[in-house]
C-alpha cells in the first residue's frame, strides 16, 4: 500500500508542479507580452480538470504517507525528530498555497484585466515556487533531510 501511496502522490506532484511551471514559463510570458489576460484563463480552464484531483491526490496521499511515517498527528508538529519538522513544513506550504489560490481564484481572476495582470502574474509564481518548495521538502522526508 505504501509504494501505491508514494506512486499516486507522486503522479498528482508530476501534473500539479509541471502545469505550474508550463504557465509560469511559457503560457504567462506569452499571456504578459500580448497583455492578455485570456491566454492563461484558457490554459487555467483546461487544466483544472486535471489539476485540482491531481491536487486533491497529493493532500490525501500526502497526509495518509503523513500518517505512516510519523503516526499521531500532534507529532506532525514535534521538533523532535526531522522528518516531523518537514511534515511540519509541508503542511505550512499547503497553507500558504491554499492561501495564494484562493486569493486569486475569488478576488483576482474575477477582476482580472490586461492593466492588472501582473497581479495574476505574481499569484502564478508564487503558487509554482511553493509548488517546487513542496518537492523539494518531500524530497527531504523520502531521502532524510534536507541536505
Known sequence: MYRLLVILHLLGASIWIGAHLIVSTLVLPRALRA??????????????????????????????????????????????????????????????????????RLRVIPRVRPDTLHVLAWHIVAVTIVSVAFLIVGVGIRTGGLF
Request: charged share 15%.
Open 35 to 104: 497583455r492578455d489576460p485570456a491566454v492563461i484563463l484558457d490554459f487555467e480552464a483546461r487544466f483544472e480538470r486535471l489539476g485540482r484531483p491531481a491536487l486533491l491526490v497529493q493532500v490525501v496521499t500526502g497526509l495518509w504517507l503523513a500518517y505512516i511515517r510519523v503516526p499521531g498527528i500532534g507529532r506532525w508538529f514535534s521538533p523532535d525528530s526531522p522528518v516531523s519538522a518537514l511534515i511540519a513544513a509541508k503542511l505550512a506550504l499547503l497553507v500558504i498555497m491554499l492561501a495564494i489560490a484562493a486569493h486569486a
